[in-house]
């Protein structure tokens, strides 16, 4: 099957605890729908922290790297696989260690897909906590904590490209003044940091009866009205779930979602890794 894309650097495995399907299903999947890269990025495994349901246990890092290396030399006449992580950024608490993923090869590249931020049980207690930006009750405060924390990490130099920048729709529900502004900011580092922002084709596939482009939690069109004619790199994310994920995208309407905006589409991205050949 012929696709717009033929490279994606989005895809999870089993291990998050919320998605289904063996790693070679994935790969398999990837290959019938012509895909020609597979960057596969689960949710980030982070050590003193346990999140079943969000993301697969500090432990099963050796097993996800082993795994998708043997499917790497398997089938590496039909697809590049490339082995990565979608991580929030939270600043110093792990900075060191996405560091060292890079820095020892781990992993080739990370994602930065914001969903929480980390806190400190209470001031007194610092078991890591996780803190839903979407749980908070000011959705201006956690919008702003979102796009601050989102900035810091781009800037950290550590990130391939930004994914779903405008996941903030799920809390913040109507367009207005302050997201309007909020948005810029992303796009502005997108364009300063030249770093592409991902259009993610996850939500999409919720909507069983069609997609009406208004409906969608993401991409949220008001978003990329604004990054319509801008400079800023674009790129698509499958974001698969589950091996079907690649047979179920509606790529047309990403084709047409594009084109409509004259945006500025890459196919293909430089891993980031800072640390490589030092
Ligand atoms: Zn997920
Ligand atoms: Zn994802």
Redesign the pocket.
Known sequence: MKRFIDANYHS?TYR?G??QGSDEEYVVAAIENGFKILGVTD?IFLPNISQPG?RGDFSELKGYVVSLEKLREKYKDKIELHIGF?AEWYGERYKDYYEWLLKTGVVEYLILGNHMTIINKSEDDDTPVALNYGAMKDEKLATKMYVDSLIEGMESGLFTYVAHPDFFHYWYREWDEYIEKESKRIIDAAIRLDIPLEINMGPSRFLKNGIKEDELVYPWNKFWDLVANTKAKCICGV?A?NPNNYYETDYGFFKQFIAKRKLNLIKRVDLVNPFKNK
């Open positions: 999870h998050c919320h998605a949710h969000m979608e974001d779930h």
